[in-house]
């Protein structure tokens, strides 16, 4: 039996017998009472390997297929594996041969078999043997359905009583069979203009006339090719056929709910097949709402199961924002950016998920098919999936393949501002650490290939102008260095880099670009074993023969000086003196930032005064011990570069207030006599003195105002200590002079708060309120703007306050 299903046609060859004669033996020995049961299982399996060889026409098909049927009926009902195979040989053969498409009385005697088993329930509470001929007889009809689709569509009504009844494992073989058929049926009547709702009621119904009808009548059981119903959804939505019924589908409906409320009991797989048929059948049916898969959607989400995660993709592929939020598509991504690098799946399944991305159902409708990236696919996002030296080598070249089209989709703009960078970077510092473990450059090599590359075509090729490298060059030269100690690696790749820079094209260049070429010309600066003339060269042509408007940023002004500062510094500063000197009074004359020329002037200062020992002991950076905090530097730290610079230097907005004044009720007093008779004597006097300012015309009075400067309820621990706190008033009328700025130096939550001292000058008595600001700085350095709760300003307040004795000052007396 073996050698026969290997290779019928040498078997037959070699052994000088035919098929016809092979049929014969295997008949009569299935018919041979003395065989025992697991033989004839042996002998039946040509029958489902090799049908057509054995039966090569439906008229041998169904003569054998009888023959097979009577070996069943003669079977031992004990004999539970013989005979579940012989339903499924007569099923190969009947399928096989076209006797079931033609509908011969053998197959027909045959469905009456199978509905027979499939409803005797006698033994539903003994052991598995009636369940698992019965699951046997539910794969046979699944089969028969599958090759020739509308076949059982009369038994359905029967077919979901059974589903409806049966409680036992078995309710997944009937509720997939039940599906399947019901799905087929649709399918069939939406092929036919005419068909509507009564037809699709009668059809749930097991109206025998009208699935009759529909099977038989229809020419699509003749000569339509059913292939296309293995999955509607996966070809294009426009091809799916359309069944209208209106919003007429309460029979319909109440069979998909009750499909999908007892999905959770099957298993995975088959809980995908019976998912990918409802998906089907609700795409045919416009009258029913894909809303109708929504409680299901949280678990499908969710699942780790890749047959289940791969049914909601095809779900989305095929409703998509009808079923799926914007907030669910982003989340389906984020599940598989996660999922394609998870440490405790097996690649396969990485590889899986990669696919999917690059194949993602979006809801908008851009296109289907090619490969492409999800918009919602940012670099951020992506970098989940940077190649890492674990990866083998065909993960690690899909995941380049997804982030070199995610870097191309998200445009040049990105690649010059370097954000493609940081791919390379990252496997090229990975492969550092494990060269410091002991790593053999065998096993590196493979990850040290790509890395390589990229930077040998944007160096040597000299398409630096419209990629420049930046801080992520800065960064590899410093990591390779620290590293590969004796690896001259690092100065050929920044002297290939100060060759590229030297030949750029000045006018081409913008601002950025020339920022992210003078670092990368400050790093090459630093290394005492690349000449610096053609680094000089450059540098002058930037600040001499460059355009006025290039000259006056602060920042491209801090980038030549950091370039000069190294310049200073360097072993071969004796042939650079003029050139360099140059450069600095150039700028120290010509630029428009006072704060560089400040700083030009003094670098020109101390090069032209101070011997190369000496200069570079001012210059040389300061150290700092271990667990400072803050770093000790030398009088060139206020010009030295830092990657800090931009945050600190910027004001940082917080939306809700930090800070509000609260008011103190008691007023200011006047400045007065403490020696009680002192005021007896003076009273007159400073009442008259209080009276006589009311009447010069110009005279504005000065009412002070005390305020605590409190912190607001629930902000964030790092507002916890604010320093150089200061406060902006303005005025919202002309009833009032302006407001100056208040300065407090600080404000700690757990001390008492301090007072603020408001003086309001009224050109006339209204009541007002004041807008409040307030720029502050935090312990970590960053400053901060935040607006403040707007101070009101009473009628009563607007008056100055009339003297009063000091306390225990009789006036009577």
């Not at 880099?497 to 094209?505: A, G, H, L, R």
């Not at 450069?583 to 190369?612: F, G, P």
Request: aromatic share 6%; net charge negative; proline share 5%.
């Amino acid at each position: 039996m073996g050698l026969f299903c290997r290779s019928p046609a040498r078997f037959l060859s070699s052994s000088g017998t035919t098929a016809e004669t092979v049929l014969a033996e295997l008949l009569r020995e299935l018919r041979e009472d003395r065989a025992p049961a697991h033989v004839k299982v042996l002998l039946l399996s040509p029958f489902c390997e090799q049908p057509l060889v054995l039966c090569p026409s439906h008229s041998v098909g169904e003569e054998t297929s009888l023959e097979l049927m009577s070996v069943y009926s003669q079977c031992s009902p004990k004999a539970l594996t013989l005979r579940c195979h012989l339903l499924l040989a007569i099923t190969s053969v009947l399928v096989c041969t076209d006797c079931v498409r033609r509908r011969s009385n053998t197959a027909q005697d045959f469905l009456e078999l199978l509905f027979q088993i499939v409803q005797d329930t006698s033994e539903l509470h003994s052991d598995s043997t009636s369940r698992s001929l019965r699951a046997t007889a539910c794969d046979c009809l699944r089969e028969l359905e599958a090759c020739c689709p509308g076949l059982l569509s009369q038994h359905l009504e029967l077919l979901g009583v059974l589903r409806q009844r049966e409680s036992s494992r078995l309710h997944q073989a009937y509720s997939e069979l039940y599906t399947l058929v019901m799905r087929n049926g649709v399918y069939q009547l939406a092929q036919d203009t005419g068909a509507g709702p009564d037809d699709l009621k009668a059809l749930l119904e097991g109206d025998t006339s009208v699935a009759c009808e529909v099977t038989q009548d229809s020419d699509l059981m003749n000569t339509k090719d059913f292939s296309a119903l293995s999955s509607l959804v996966l070809g294009p939505m426009g091809a799916v056929p359309t069944l209208h019924t209106g919003l007429d589908c309460k029979e319909l409906r109440s069979v998909l709910s009750s499909l999908l409320e007892d999905s959770y009991l099957l298993t995975p797989l088959a809980q995908a097949d019976l998912l990918h048929k409802l998906i089907e059948l609700v795409a045919m049916v416009p009258g029913v709402p894909p809303t109708i898969f929504r409680a299901q959607l949280l678990r499908l989400l969710g699942t780790i199961e890749v047959s289940l995660l791969h049914t909601s993709l095809l779900m989305k592929s095929a409703f998509t924002d009808s079923l799926f939020s914007a907030e669910d598509e982003a989340f389906l991504l984020k599940r598989l950016v996660v999922l394609s690098q998870h440490p405790l799946l097996n690649t396969p399944e990485k590889l899986f998920y990669m696919d999917c991305l690059l194949h993602f159902p979006e809801n908008r409708p851009i296109g289907c098919g090619d490969e492409t990236l999800p918009v919602l696919l940012t670099p951020q996002l992506a970098t989940a999936v940077v190649p890492t030296v674990f990866n083998d080598s065909v993960t690690m070249l899909t995941r380049f393949n997804l982030l070199s089209m995610v870097y191309l989709e998200n445009g040049v703009e990105r690649m010059r501002k370097g954000e493609a960078l940081p791919t390379c970077m990252s496997i090229w510092l990975l492969c550092l650490a494990l060269w410091e473990m002991g790593a053999t450059v065998k096993l590196l090599l493979p990850f040290l290939e790509p890395p390589f590359f990229f930077f040998f075509i944007l160096v040597m090729q000299k398409t630096m102008q419209s990629h420049p490298l930046g801080s992520s060059a800065y960064q590899l030269a410093d990591e390779t260095q620290n590293k590969l100690q004796n690896s001259s690696w690092t100065v050929a790749l920044l002297q290939g880099f100060q060759n590229t820079i030297s030949n750029v094209s000045l006018t081409k260049l913008t601002s950025q670009e020339l920022n992210s070429h003078l670092k990368i010309m400050a790093r090459v600066a630093e290394e005492k074993d690349i000449p610096q003339h053609k680094t000089l060269l450059f540098l002058s042509a930037v600040v001499i023969a460059s355009s006025s408007s290039l000259l006056g940023n602060w920042r491209l002004g801090n980038g030549i000086l950091a370039v000069c500062r190294r310049l200073l510094t360097h072993p071969g500063l004796d042939t650079l003196l003029i050139t360099l000197a140059d450069v600095l009074q150039h700028m120290a004359t010509s630029y428009r930032d006072t704060d560089i020329r400040d700083h030009s002037r003094l670098y020109y200062t101390l090069l032209t005064n101070l011997s190369k020992e000496k200069l570079a002991g001012v210059l040389e950076r300061g150290t700092a011990t271990e667990g400072d905090q803050v770093k000790k530097r030398t009088l060139s730290c206020i010009v030295a570069e830092s990657e800090g610079h931009a945050s600190i230097l910027t004001i940082k907005k917080v939306e809700e207030a930090v800070l509000k004044l609260v008011e103190l009720k008691t007023t200011e007093p006047q400045e007065l006599p403490e020696d009680g008779k002192n005021w007896l004597c003076n009273s007159t006097d400073a009442v008259g003195a209080y009276r006589a300012q009311f009447d010069i015309p110009d005279f504005a009075s000065e009412v002070t105002l005390n305020y605590q400067l409190v912190h607001n309820e629930k902000k964030a621990s790092h507002f916890d200590h604010l320093f150089s706190i200061c406060l902006h008033l303005s005025l919202t009328d002309e009833h009032y002079e302006e407001l100056g700025d208040i300065t407090v130096p600080c404000l700690f939550r757990e001390k008492s708060p301090p007072i603020v001292k408001l003086k309001l000058k009224p050109r006339h008595p209204y009541p007002t309120f004041l807008r409040a600001s307030a720029v502050f700085t935090t312990q970590d350095g960053l400053t901060w703007y935040s607006e403040l709760p707007e101070i009101h300003i009473s009628f009563q307040q607007t008056f100055c306050p009339v003297p009063v004795p000091p306390p225990g000052v009789n006036l009577h007396t």
